[in-house]
């Protein structure tokens, strides 16, 4: 079993930056590949970015590339979504999630049913 926190949204102006933090509990954290997935209001949540469980393989979102980070630190039980150059568009709930560690694709790590397990969320808001 796995529990994921997330923190660090807020409200930021366009151009702004954010860094988000999902904390894990449980001892297998570093066994899993994590993802970071986003809803905007009135539509379906989307793959923003994901990460194995090494750390040694990354993906992204067209959107998001060259802006977006994502990372991990094995030690803390956390990962990190480092955003800049924030744009309106990027306004959503930004969720973690946890999925074992088979995932090897972009195609993989973009479907929500590979992942087991989700944290509840934490909104983001972009002002122009």
């Known amino acids: 079993q796995v529990q994921l926190v997330e923190s660090g949204g807020g409200l930021v102006q366009a151009g702004g930056s954010l860094r988000l933090s999902c904390a894990a509990s449980?001892?297998?954290?570093?066994?899993?590949?994590m993802g970071w997935f986003r809803q905007a209001p009135g539509k379906e949540r989307e793959f923003v970015a994901g990460?194995?469980?090494?750390?040694?393989?990354?993906y992204y979102e067209d959107s998001v590339k060259g802006r977006f980070t994502i990372s991990r630190d094995n030690a803390k039980n956390t990962v990190y979504l480092q955003m800049n150059s924030l744009k309106p568009e990027d306004t959503a709930v930004y969720y973690c999630?946890?999925?074992?560690?088979?995932?090897?694709?972009?195609?993989?790590?973009?479907?929500?049913?590979?992942?087991?397990?989700w944290g509840q969320g934490t909104q983001v808001t972009v002002s122009s």
């Open positions: 449980g001892r297998t954290f570093s066994s899993y590949a």
């Open positions: 999630a946890a999925a074992p560690p088979r995932l090897y694709y972009y195609s993989d790590y973009a479907r929500e049913y590979e992942y087991d397990y």
């Open positions: 990460i194995s469980w090494s750390g040694g393989s990354t």
